[in-house]
């Protein structure tokens, strides 16, 4: 038994665990039989260590670096223990049993909600809260005791994800040779999801979901008339509301700014933008939606918006961190030196959870990535789960390494950076490692 450390570099070895803490770990923190008061000692002073120097135990159950497990320390009560958060320890290692899935506090391999739901093109418009009165406090849901839940994505972020995904825009397929559109194509693939799709009997969403970047106030005022007027159906206790989809390469908290040819248009919701990982936009090329509807003053305003980075206009695939647009890349370049073997690659960036089965109890995903492997001759496929792991929070990391058993159910996992949580030590180690991986997929 080894430990690493969290923070960077991260996985550098800190000390190697002696005979007798090895022993003293596995019995006491994962038989939950303590032979002896020095054992005890033993095992808390390696926790403590854990804790004091933010390190993480990595296990010699399993013979390839890539399959070692994690374990971290946690505090609950004032009491000290160990978590399984990545991997799975052999059978026959004494920390097997030292995951605490039904608590919620440990590997559990899936979150037990779904965080990402895709929308109801029925039923996703807010509720008209005109008259409304104010309430006490309500219990809110905060998903028990379960470590790998995450806050549930927001209304406005879900139409734009569920019509990226309708639109197939977040999928490249091959990807190499990249296939190419313009920010204009990629627009015009949502518009048709909201040509086909409708909101309510007889009433596509593209009455309203728009695409046009310059909506001056008489238009706005004009559209809303017109979805205010009596003699079309409208969704019952739903609030007038229309959309606008654009891309921006210029996101704050407080502004969205559109450029082209004829200057620029600026954007500032009532609301703060919310951007997907982010306080201020750093990630430069954005997919952005807008909500209008009346303010208390009767005027058409910008009441809320949502940003959400994309990996390049010629592939606009929604990304969450400038690390998954490098994962893109390595997956690309793998995909280019495959070519020549006759492989072909395709990938899917997933949106929402994915359901799966873990021992008979549903569980909840979400990958960074599917790989799709077409082998040569086309007569067989693989599927590859891929995931990011070159955070710096170790908490984020922590609540990813909790999915991957039920991950590992969609495909086989793999890691970018390839030994993680050790660095990768050449700046295409992870392309290098496809390109190995995949010839020799069985």
Known sequence: MKLVTKKSPRGRLFGELSPEQATAVGNVCGKGHVT???????????????????????????TTAEDRPLNTVCNRDGSLFLVNFSGEHSSNCPLYRSK??????????GRRTAG??????RSFLPRDDNGARISGPTKTDSHGKD??????????????????????????????????????????????????????????????????????????DARMRELENKGKAWPAGRARTFYQILFSEQVTQDEVVFKSKFGETIFRPEKRVSINGEVDGHREKYWVILMYRRNDAGTVVCRDAYAHALFDYTC????????????????????KWLQSSGYE????????????????EKRFV??????????????????????????????YVERKANQHKGMSTLGLLLKDPPHWPEPADKHDAFARYLYGRIQHLK
């Open 36 to 62: 002896s008061l020095v054992e005890k000692q033993l095992a808390e002073e390696v926790l403590r260590s854990m804790r004091d120097n933010d390190l993480w135990l990595s296990c010699g159950c399993r």
């Open 100 to 109: 605490r899935g039904d608590d919620g506090t440990g590997q559990g391999g």
């Open 116 to 121: 990402a739901v895709r929308i109801d093109f």
């Open 147 to 220: 470590k790998t839940s995450r806050r549930r994505v927001p209304a406005l972020a879900r139409l734009l994800l569920t019509l990226i995904e309708a639109a197939g825009l977040n999928s490249i397929d091959p990807v190499y040779p990249q296939p190419g559109r313009t920010k204009t194509q990629a627009l015009n693939a949502v518009k048709v999801v909201t040509e086909m799709e409708h909101f309510a009997q007889g009433r596509p969403l593209s009455e309203i979901v728009f695409f046009d970047p310059w909506l001056k106030q008489e238009r706005l």
């Open 316 to 335: 606009p695939v929604p990304v969450d961190s400038n690390l998954e647009r490098e994962t893109i890349s390595s997956i690309m370049t793998g995909g």
């Open 345 to 360: 690659l395709s990938l899917n960036k997933p949106l929402f959870d994915i359901t799966v089965d873990l021992d008979g």
């Open 366 to 395: 979400l990958p960074d990535f599917l790989l799709t492997v077409k082998h040569p001759g086309r007569g067989r496929t693989s599927e590859l789960v891929i995931e990011t792991m070159g955070y710096t929070d170790d908490d």
